[in-house]
């Protein structure tokens, strides 16, 4: 248990549609990042907060977004969900911001978009 | 823009021989090159890690070697056991103080015959 927390585990919507993906960091992280893992692909980096600030940006499409709360948890917003969009989304958290911090993976939220 | 290649896609190899997995990056800033394991349905788990200042980093049966001139570094597990199937992914990563890009390899599938 790395002790990073996602909720939910899976999740099944319709095309078009709106969701939202939760993610808890370790105990004392301050940075939180997002990847996108299709079937079979590899990891996609999606986007970095660190401390409640937008600090690096990957290959996010403009239907998503994320923030970070006060209390250090982020969220994933997907919206007008395409069939593509099904995939393993996965948070990360390290204890700093610059890429030198391990990154501790959640479990994952596997979305399935009908 | 950045890229990280990674071969093979699928290796197999018998038990308690080597297996050497290798990526090259592209931005030359790249100063972090963690490598990341993940089982079947589980999620990604740091196993090794290099900073760009070390040429060779040991851990027990695991090894990793970076030539920053090349633009590469590998993966090197010997005496393979077959805990060691899963999917291995070298990453390249560009540290700020203040931000973090971490770029993934598509991912090497290793199998391990009995």
């Known amino acids: 248990d790395s002790g990073v927390t996602q909720t939910p585990k899976h999740l099944i919507t319709a095309t078009g549609q709106r969701v939202t993906l939760r993610c808890s960091p370790r105990?004392?992280?301050?940075?939180v990042y997002w990847y996108q893992q299709s079937l079979d692909q590899g990891l996609q980096f999606l986007i970095q907060y660190y401390n409640g600030e937008e600090r690096a940006k990957g290959n996010i499409l403009e239907r998503f977004s994320a923030q970070q709360f006060p209390d250090l948890h982020s969220e994933l917003n997907l919206s007008s969900l395409e069939l593509g969009d099904s995939a393993l989304y996965f948070c990360?958290?390290?204890?700093?911001?610059?890429?030198?911090?391990?990154?501790?993976f959640g479990p994952g939220t596997r979305l399935t978009v009908t | 823009g950045e890229n990280v290649e990674q071969h093979p896609s699928t290796l197999s190899v018998q038990e308690g021989d080597s297996a050497v997995i290798k990526c090259t990056y592209s931005?030359?800033?790249?100063?972090?090159f963690p490598w990341y394991k993940q089982e079947l349905g589980k999620r990604p788990q740091l196993i090794i890690d290099i900073r760009s200042n070390v040429g060779e980093k040991k851990d027990q049966r695991i090894a990793v070697t970076l030539n920053k001139t090349a633009k590469h570094f590998s993966l090197h597990i010997t005496e393979t056991q077959p805990e060691d199937s899963a999917v291995y992914f070298c990453a390249a990563s560009i540290g700020y103080s203040s931000a973090s890009k971490i770029i993934f390899g598509s991912g090497t599938r290793l199998s391990i015959r009995p």
């Open positions: 931005d030359s800033a790249s100063n972090y």
């Open positions: 990360a958290s390290s204890v700093a911001s610059g890429a030198l911090s391990e990154q501790y």
């Open positions: 105990s004392g992280d301050l940075s």
